[in-house]
């Protein structure tokens, strides 16, 4: 299994601005995933996070509004831009096991836009 | 593409057997999970399935069949702490490690 550690947990911004959030995994992946869940939904696939290339983004994203970093196979980032009320969702990171298809996630990130 | 379809809310009293259905349509097969997802915390692994037929887990089972594109979570003896979001995702096309999510069952559970 991965342990996979996301921050902040949660928080609450203005809109205009950006959030960077941050995930840290306790061995190497090779890929990462970014989901977003708005408020009573299911996940949805933001991008897939490759490290030393860039970020392949689901329909519907942009690289302007969710950049994704990738320095590493044990980190990425993800920020949500210019942020407004509708960006208020929980944001998890996820990764694939090693061995088989099972996805772990991090504890998420709680994103509140006022 | 990937389409899941599960209904969204089911009601189930302690002791009692739910069974949540999901059907899906992909283009190719690489398996179906479930996951269950309790209220502001991220989803926990379920099940595997990749070949036809039943899978038992304690409490937890998870039936699928391929060649009507549909799997169960069957959930016996239910508890209080079983409520919540139980999720149906299936690997993205390409098999590159994403999964596609079905909206998700949410699950309450009364005394």
């Known amino acids: 299994s991965a342990v996979i550690s996301q921050k902040p947990s949660r928080d609450i911004c203005q809109r205009g601005t950006s959030l960077t959030i941050q995930c840290q995994v306790d061995?190497?992946?090779?890929?990462m995933f970014w989901y977003r869940q708005q408020p009573g939904q299911s996940l949805t696939l933001i991008a897939t996070a490759n490290q030393g290339s860039e970020a392949t983004y689901e329909s519907g994203f942009v690289i302007d509004k969710f950049p994704i970093s990738r320095p590493n196979l044990t980190f990425s980032t993800l920020t949500v831009s210019n942020m407004s009320p509708e960006d208020s969702s929980i944001y998890l990171c996820?990764?694939?096991?090693?061995?088989?298809?099972?996805?772990?996630f991090g504890q998420g990130t709680r994103l509140t836009v006022v | 593409g990937q389409n899941i379809d599960q209904p969204t809310e089911m009601t189930a009293t302690e002791g009692a057997i739910v069974q949540i259905n999901c059907t899906y349509q992909?283009?190719?097969?690489?398996?179906l999970f479930w996951y269950q997802q309790h209220a502001g915390e991220a989803p926990t692994f379920l099940s595997y399935n990749v070949l036809d037929g039943l899978e038992e887990k304690g409490r937890f089972s998870s039936f699928l069949s391929r060649s009507k594109g549909y799997s169960y979570l069957l959930l016996k003896e239910l508890q209080m702490k079983d409520s919540a979001s139980y999720l149906c995702?299936?690997?993205?096309?390409?098999?590159?490690?994403?999964?596609?999510f079905g909206q998700g069952t949410t699950l309450q559970v009364k005394p």
């Open positions: 996820s990764v694939e096991a090693r061995q088989g298809f099972e996805a772990f």
């Open positions: 061995s190497q992946v090779t890929m």
């Open positions: 995702a299936v690997p993205g096309s390409s098999n590159t490690g994403k999964l596609i």
């Open positions: 992909t283009s190719g097969f690489n398996g």
